[in-house]
């Protein structure tokens, strides 16, 4: 039989661990898979509302694409671009994807033309321009 305090002491070890995974920072092997998908309407849509929506709203501005959290998947998404020969994005191939060319700077050298996105302001954090090249390259679900 354990005595009280031996128990007590084994829950005290079981709880840091246990701790540790419960804000996500230190999370084990077995989540990456989950973890790593990244979500259009959790992780995109918000970058897109704050950035990109004040500009793009109907569709009937310069660019003609709504980026608003209802309008932007139809605008995006195997859609013709105006300015270049390529699909704004094309599911499994960011780097075929104007929306990335027009993030980087690169549309000149992809054959579109105009001034990098966002227009007149700061570039997107790399970690933002990461999650929407990494949410093409996934195929571009409308998760
Ligand atoms: C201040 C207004 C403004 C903001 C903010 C803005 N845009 Fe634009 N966008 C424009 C204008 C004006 C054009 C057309 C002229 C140009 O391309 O330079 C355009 C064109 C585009 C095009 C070309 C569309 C096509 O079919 O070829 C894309 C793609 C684009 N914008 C994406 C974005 C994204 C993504 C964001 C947010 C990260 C964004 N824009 C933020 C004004 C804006």
Redesign the pocket.
Request: glycine share 10%.
């Given at each position: 039989m354990m005595r009280p305090q031996l128990l007590g002491l084994l829950g005290i070890a079981l709880a840091i661990p246990l701790a540790q995974f419960a804000d996500g920072s230190e999370t084990p092997v077995a989540t990456t898979a989950a973890a790593d998908e990244v979500s259009f309407k959790k992780k995109v849509v918000p970058?897109?509302k704050r950035?990109?929506a004040?500009?793009?709203i109907t569709g009937n501005?310069?660019?003609?694409?709504a980026?608003t959290p209802n309008g932007a998947y139809d605008s995006l998404v195997n859609q013709d671009?105006?300015?270049?020969d390529l699909l704004?994005v094309k599911p499994g191939a960011a780097n075929e994807s104007?929306?990335v060319h027009?993030?980087k700077g690169s549309q000149a050298q992809a054959g579109?033309?105009?001034?990098r996105?966002?227009?007149?302001?700061p570039p997107?954090s790399s970690t933002q321009l990461q999650l929407i090249t990494t949410w093409i390259n996934q195929g571009a679900q409308n998760n």
């Open positions: 970058i897109l950035r990109c004040v500009c793009h501005e310069p660019g003609n694409m980026l671009s105006v300015q270049s704004r104007y929306i027009k993030l579109g033309l105009g001034d996105m966002p227009y007149m302001a997107l």
